[in-house]
C-alpha cells in the first residue's frame, strides 16, 4: 500500500525549534516530489514548498521562503519540515503529499494524515 | 504567482440536489487544475485531476470541467458523505496555490 506516515503532535513553546516527519512507503520514494501544505486552525490549505528527494532540488513559497527549511534522507524515504524558531503563528496542521515527477507539475495524489504543531507559551 | 479565486465560500444544499462549484484563475492555467475533499479532522483527498479526469475510486457523480480561467466542479447528485469542503488547486506553476475552499452543508 502506497501511504505516507507522518510524525505524532508536537506541542513547543514559542522561540523552540522543530522538525517534523514525512516516511513514504509502498513506492519509489526517490522519484516523486514530497510537497507539504499547511492548514491554520479553522482555515483552508496553504502550499509551503515541495522537494525532490532524488536530487533534493527544493522549492518554496514566497509566503514560507526563509520561514521554514524542507529536506529529505532518501536513505531512509523520510522528507522533513523543520523551524529553527518557532512562532505562535506557526500553530496548525501540517501535511506533507505525494506529487508525480515529470517534465510538469502534478496534483497532489497521497496525502499523509496530518502533524498538529501547536506552539504556545 | 497565479491566484486562484474560488466560489461560493459555503452553500447548503439538500441530499439529491446538483451542485456546482467555480474556479477562477488569474492568468492561463491550460488544464492544471485539480479539485479535492476535505471532512473535519482528515486529509484532503484528491478527486479530479487535469481538470476533469477523475482520480480512481472517485464516484462518477463527480464532474470536472474548464481549461484556460475557469473551471467547475459539479455534483450531480448530493449525497450525504459529499457534505465536506471543496479546495481547487493550480498546479500549472510554482508556486502551486490553493483556492479559499468552499463548505458544502446540509441545508
Known amino acids: 500500500e502506497v501511504q505516507l506516515v507522518q510524525s505524532g503532535a508536537e506541542v513547543k513553546k514559542p522561540g523552540e525549534s522543530l522538525k517534523i516527519s514525512c516516511k513514504g512507503s509502498?513506492?519509489?520514494?526517490?522519484?516523486?516530489?514530497i510537497g507539504w501544505v499547511r492548514q491554520m486552525p479553522g482555515k483552508g490549505l496553504e502550499w509551503m514548498g515541495i522537494?525532490?528527494?532524488?536530487?533534493?532540488?527544493?522549492r518554496y513559497s514566497p509566503s514560507f521562503q526563509g520561514q521554514v527549511t524542507i529536506s529529505a534522507d532518501k536513505s531512509i524515504s523520510t522528507a522533513y519540515l523543520q523551524w529553527s524558531s518557532l512562532k505562535a503563528s506557526d500553530t496548525a496542521m501540517y501535511y506533507c503529499?505525494?506529487?508525480?515527477?515529470?517534465?510538469?507539475?502534478?496534483?497532489?495524489?497521497?496525502w499523509g494524515q496530518g502533524t498538529m504543531v501547536t506552539v504556545s507559551s | 504567482a497565479i491566484r486562484i479565486t474560488q466560489s461560493p465560500s459555503s452553500l447548503s444544499a439538500s441530499t439529491g440536489d446538483r451542485v456546482t462549484i467555480t474556479c477562477r484563475a488569474s492568468?492561463?492555467?491550460?488544464?492544471?487544475l485539480a479539485w479535492y475533499q476535505q471532512k473535519p479532522g482528515k486529509a484532503p483527498k484528491l478527486l479530479i485531476y487535469?481538470?476533469?479526469t477523475l482520480q480512481s475510486g472517485v464516484p462518477s457523480r463527480f464532474s470536472g470541467s474548464g481549461s484556460g480561467t475557469d473551471f467547475t466542479l459539479t455534483i450531480s447528485c448530493l449525497q450525504s458523505e459529499d457534505f465536506a469542503t471543496y479546495y481547487c488547486?493550480?498546479?500549472?506553476?510554482?508556486?502551486?496555490?490553493f483556492g479559499q475552499g468552499t463548505k458544502v452543508e446540509i441545508k
Open positions: 492568468q492561463g492555467i491550460s488544464s492544471y
Open positions: 488547486q493550480q498546479y500549472y506553476s510554482y508556486p502551486v496555490a
Open positions: 509502498g513506492y519509489s520514494f526517490t522519484s516523486y516530489w
Open positions: 522537494i525532490y528527494p532524488g536530487d533534493s532540488d527544493t
Open positions: 503529499a505525494r506529487q508525480n515527477y515529470g517534465d510538469q507539475l502534478y496534483a497532489f495524489d497521497i
Open positions: 487535469a481538470a476533469s
